[in-house]
């Protein structure tokens, strides 16, 4: 039996400060702008209706809490499947579990009309894996995997509870998890877990999104990692988190009875940040089966789209920016904050085609490469826009039955060398073809790149599989311009760019040209046009 973290400090601690913060409603601010973003997809009337979503869990979820029934009915169930019997209250570990499914699946009530979750109108289906002494067993997941995928249809799977030993993507559990992300295609949202120096298990597997818990300071604005919020790698030196999203002050369903609640404090519980990445993906997922494309829902381009759209520009646990700039990985934070309507714009872009010219700013791909097989993607791009792309494929993971005497499925990872895809980007309107950017890195089974472009034109990105393996990906990628006027690119338009202005003024051909007229020199309106961006900034990227 391994240890289980429930990632949290102790529930008098936690009820006393939600006392102290009082009725924040901020489960609101956490879906926010400035937290995941998914208030501005709900308004586009998504709301992750006919999704279903299993959660793992300790304990069984107060469904019957009032937040979770309206006048469509309860959409919130335990699933048959249990470890040991319905039981909420019992145990060491009351709450946990419905403050998560508060956080997916809450539809607010009276004093509370704000407090929606990130995925109202899904169908949230969880299933106890914990027995009564807090026992854990790869069969009791097996179970309630199966119970969740194969029988009530779940697309995305939440665990916000963790494991410890070696977290390094081998154990039963993390081989399990990634079977059944790959072979069910479902998209598996995993908490990095707390109080350690790395991902715990589950937040270890390959096929999977794992994320950082971010607090906010000053309220409502998520712009931290918070300091109980477990960094990555791997142990095997994977870059796990992926994403960071809101974890603290979110006003969510409580355990005590049918009409209490519970805020979560800014600490960096996991648990709490990831039923976020769960309910963005469930939103994703209702717009992907509203198209007539089938291939936009695929986990690799759920997973794809989610980690291309994220916000980069976080600060460490000790408030130091993280330098989106210069590094799309973070230890703490990931690639950034999940922002659910980024990851939308970018879905609902549509899909672009290797072997074409690609003209449109975002989009999406969704492909097979077989044995050493090269897809090239041809982008149209202008020079001092950001090109941020990103490629993500599963582990293929097997199993086999095993009978007497052990009457069980055993788990086997992927033969090695692990399929593998590299990434070059050349610029081939030059006669030397400028290698752009390039990787070789075959242990992870993602690559994000975010990189300035100092050229205009057609863009080749090729994807070449290193391995004589067939397999399935997922693309993503976003064309980000630069502020008008920001000739130093430091994403602020400031007196550095002034000074550029002056320097340049009735020059022809230069970079202060803004509005190429006038025999193209720098005049007045250029000047004009500057002067309307004054002081703008790219928070996405601006350092100060
Ligand atoms: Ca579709
Ligand atoms: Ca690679
Ligand atoms: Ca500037
Ligand atoms: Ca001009």
């Known amino acids: 039996m391994r240890r289980l973290y429930l990632n949290r400090y102790c529930p008098i601690i936690l009820l006393l400060l939600a006392v102290i913060c009082g009725n924040v409603y901020a489960l609101q601010g956490s879906t926010a702008a400035d937290g995941s973003n998914a208030q501005a997809v709900h308004e586009l009337g998504i709301t992750g209706a006919g999704i279903?979503?299993?959660?793992?869990?300790?304990?069984?979820?107060?469904?019957?809490?009032?937040?979770?029934?309206?006048?469509?009915?309860?959409?919130v169930f335990n699933s048959d499947y249990s470890a040991s019997g319905v039981d909420y209250t019992g145990g060491s570990v009351p709450g946990h579990d419905t403050w998560v499914a508060g956080i997916i699946a809450s539809r607010g009530w009276t004093g509370y009309l704000n407090n929606i979750g990130v995925s109202p109108d899904c169908n949230l289906y969880s299933a106890?894996?914990?027995n009564d002494s807090g026992g854990i067993l790869p069969s009791y997941v097996e179970d309630a995997l199966e119970a969740l995928i194969d029988t009530n249809n779940c697309k995305v799977i939440v665990t916000a509870i963790a494991l410890d030993g070696d977290a390094d993507g081998s154990s039963d559990y993390s081989l399990m998890y990634d079977y059944f992300a790959n072979t069910r295609d479902v998209v598996f949202a995993l908490a990095s877990g707390n109080n350690s120096?790395?991902?715990?298990?589950?937040?270890?597997?390959?096929?999977?999104?794992?994320?950082?818990?971010?607090?906010?300071?000053?309220?409502?604005?998520?712009?931290?990692?918070?300091?109980?919020?477990?960094?990555?790698?791997?142990?095997?030196?994977?870059?796990?988190?992926?994403?960071?999203?809101?974890?603290?002050?979110?006003?969510?369903?409580?355990?005590?009875?049918n009409t209490s609640y519970y805020t979560t404090v800014k600490?960096?519980?996991?648990?709490?940040?990831?039923?976020?990445?769960?309910?963005?993906?469930?939103?994703?997922?209702?717009?992907?089966?509203?198209?007539?494309?089938?291939?936009?829902?695929?986990n690799e381009v759920i997973k794809a789209v989610i980690i291309n759209s994220t916000f980069p520009n976080i600060l460490d646990k000790s408030g130091n920016f993280t330098d989106p700039t210069n590094q799309t990985w973070h230890s703490q934070r990931g690639y950034g904050r999940i922002d659910a309507y980024r990851a939308y714009l970018t879905l609902s872009a549509g899909k672009v085609t290797a072997g074409t010219s690609v003209n449109s700013m975002t989009g999406w791909a969704y492909n097979t490469l077989s044995g050493s097989q090269t897809h090239t993607y041809f982008i149209n791009a202008q020079r001092r826009e950001r090109l941020v792309l990103t490629v993500s494929w599963n582990r293929d993971v097997t199993r086999e039955w095993k009978s007497k005497p052990w009457l069980y499925w055993k788990y086997y990872d992927e033969e090695t060398p692990?399929?593998?895809?590299?990434?070059?980007?050349?610029?081939?309107?030059?006669?030397?073809?400028?290698?752009?950017?390039?990787?070789t890195d075959a242990l992870n089974n993602l690559t994000k790149i975010d990189i300035l472009l100092d050229l205009t034109g057609e863009y080749e990105i090729t994807l070449t599989n290193t391995?004589?393996?067939?397999?399935?990906?997922?693309?993503?990628?976003?064309?980000?311009?630069?502020?008008?006027?920001?000739?130093?690119?430091?994403?602020?338009?400031?007196?550095?760019?002034?000074?550029?202005?002056?320097?340049?003024?009735?020059?022809?051909?230069?970079?202060?040209?803004?509005?190429p007229d006038d025999n193209h020199i720098v005049n007045w309106r250029d000047f004009t046009a500057f002067a309307d961006n004054w002081l703008k900034i790219d928070n996405r990227y601006f350092t100060p």
């Open 128 to 130: 106890r894996v914990v």
């Open 267 to 298: 600490d960096g519980a996991t648990s709490f940040a990831v039923p976020q990445t769960g309910g963005v993906a469930a939103l994703l997922l209702e717009y992907a089966n509203q198209t007539t494309d089938l291939s936009d829902s695929h």
């Open 467 to 515: 391995t004589t393996k067939t397999r399935d990906y997922g693309l993503a990628f976003e064309l980000l311009p630069s502020l008008i006027g920001d000739f130093n690119i430091d994403y602020t338009v400031d007196e550095c760019d002034l000074s550029r202005i002056a320097l340049e003024w009735l020059t022809a051909g230069v970079e202060a040209d803004i509005i």
């Open 52 to 75: 279903n979503i299993g959660l793992i869990s300790a304990r069984n979820v107060r469904n019957t809490h009032e937040a979770f029934d309206d006048s469509s009915g309860v959409h």
């Open 418 to 439: 692990r399929f593998n895809i590299d990434i070059t980007i050349t610029y081939p309107s030059d006669p030397c073809d400028i290698i752009v950017y390039s990787e």
């Open 197 to 257: 120096s790395n991902p715990h298990i589950f937040g270890d597997i390959y096929n999977g999104i794992t994320t950082a818990a971010l607090i906010d300071e000053p309220n409502d604005f998520y712009l931290r990692v918070g300091s109980i919020s477990n960094p990555g790698p791997t142990i095997d030196g994977r870059n796990k988190p992926e994403i960071s999203c809101p974890g603290s002050s979110q006003t969510t369903t409580s355990i005590g009875s």
